[in-house]
């Protein structure tokens, strides 16, 4: 048999819940309520009789009472079921909250003073990172740069506060072109390794005070960085060097006490020279609002 659906304004669902059914109306429990049930038309109620009709109604509005209750009573059975897992962990949630508040009491001046010191370092980290841009070379990497300003800057301070303790006059830094002139008292390379003496040093045995008036007298000259050549020498060095002590390295170059930047001969990264002195600048007013925070800190403290 074929049978005609009622049409999508009427039943707006599927073909087979929309096909009615001969003596049988299907009515809402009440408005908006979104349940239904079915009731029995007039010709069937005529045809049947009141009685008849009312037992049939009532075995839909039955079902719907039957459902609620058996819903509501798995829902109760259920929660009996688990009531000692949910009383368990409202204890455990009660003193752990407790305990939590006790610590709390404890420890909340150091986490804030942790937190200020994290502030304090970032800010610290942020003006080196600014520094060492402005003076990066090209090709050359970030860290090592950094490492290269830090062992620059540490050899500077170690070299001014033993100067102003023995009260020793150092000779000059200063150094012209390739550094064949430098007579200063640099003794650790650009990476901060230790520099031989000449005399003793065993990687370059011609590199003598004997042969090289840079490196005269060789008392002088002990371990400290040169570049000796002699004239129409071809295997010279673009700067100041010398003999590490290291395995690993045999030499390397050197930068003159307090040169914390030096020109860099291949160019830098940040290509203008506006823009690296504007970072520069930035990492000296960063350090000074860390230097001005800690001090105001410290005072409140």
Not at 206 to 226: E, F, G, Q
Request: proline share 4%.
């Amino acid at each position: 048999f074929t049978f005609a659906a009622l049409p999508k304004e009427i039943c707006p669902y599927h073909e087979s819940v929309c096909v009615p059914m001969p003596g049988i109306e299907m009515a809402e429990l009440s408005a908006g309520s979104d349940y239904c049930t079915f009731s029995m038309a007039a010709e069937a109620v005529g045809a049947l009789g009141d009685a008849a009709a009312g037992a049939f109604e009532s075995m839909g509005m039955g079902h719907i009472q039957g459902a609620g209750s058996s819903s509501f009573g798995q829902w109760v059975g259920e929660f009996q079921a688990s009531v000692d897992a949910f009383v368990v962990t409202a204890i455990l949630s009660f003193v752990l909250s407790v305990a939590f508040l006790v610590l709390l009491r404890f420890f909340v001046a150091a986490c804030v003073w942790v937190a200020i010191a994290c502030m304090g370092t970032s800010f610290l980290l942020l003006g080196g990172f600014l520094f060492v841009l402005s003076g990066q070379c090209k090709g050359a990497g970030l860290l090592d740069t950094g490492r290269q300003n830090a062992v620059a800057i540490t050899v500077a301070g170690q070299a001014t506060v033993t100067n102003a303790l023995s009260g020793f006059n150092a000779p000059s830094e200063a150094m012209t072109g390739d550094g064949a002139d430098y007579r200063g008292r640099q003794k650790r390379t650009r990476s901060g390794r230790k520099c031989l003496a000449w005399e003793e040093q065993a990687q370059f045995p011609d590199k003598r005070a004997a042969n090289y008036s840079a490196l005269k007298p060789a008392n002088v000259a002990r371990n400290y960085c040169r570049n000796p050549y002699r004239e129409g020498e071809a295997n010279r060095a673009e700067t100041i060097w010398c003999a590490t002590a290291d395995p690993d390295m045999a030499w390397e170059e050197c930068l003159p006490i307090g040169v914390i930047q030096p020109d860099c001969r291949v160019g830098y990264t940040v290509e203008s020279e506006r823009v690296r002195e504007l970072l520069r600048l930035l990492s000296f007013v960063v350090w000074a609002l860390t230097a001005v925070g800690a001090a105001l800190v410290v005072c409140l403290a």
